[in-house]
């Protein structure tokens, strides 16, 4: 059984949610604290590539307080500013990513 990488961060409710859902269903979660262990270049590149703007929570307290100028920024200049206005979690199983916890998700992986 592969194990599931979860990106997120621990004070994150829907994380958590996740992860016991996930446990629950017998899956291996390896838990990656994006503000601990930032991530690279080419993981935020593969990120973006993959969802492009809706990787960043445009609904968040930390997105309503950027400036102006970097609400009109690209999505990685704004993530790069600030890499918890990533909408969360990011799961990656075997090879394909998956952007937050909703019923497609949820389906997919416990399914």
Partial sequence: M???ILYGIPTC??????IKA?????????????RADPLSEAD?????AEFGTN????RSTTY???SDWLKN???EAQLAAQPTLMKRPVIRYNETLF?????ATQAALLG
């Fill in 2 to 4: 592969s194990a599931l």
């Fill in 13 to 18: 409710d829907t994380c958590k949610k996740a």
């Fill in 22 to 34: 996930l446990e629950n269903a017998g899956k291996t979660v390896i838990f990656r604290d994006i």
């Fill in 44 to 48: 935020w590149d593969e990120l973006l």
């Fill in 55 to 58: 990787l960043v929570n445009t």
């Fill in 64 to 66: 309503r307080g950027l």
């Fill in 73 to 75: 920024s690209e999505a």
């Fill in 99 to 103: 952007l937050g916890w909703d019923d």
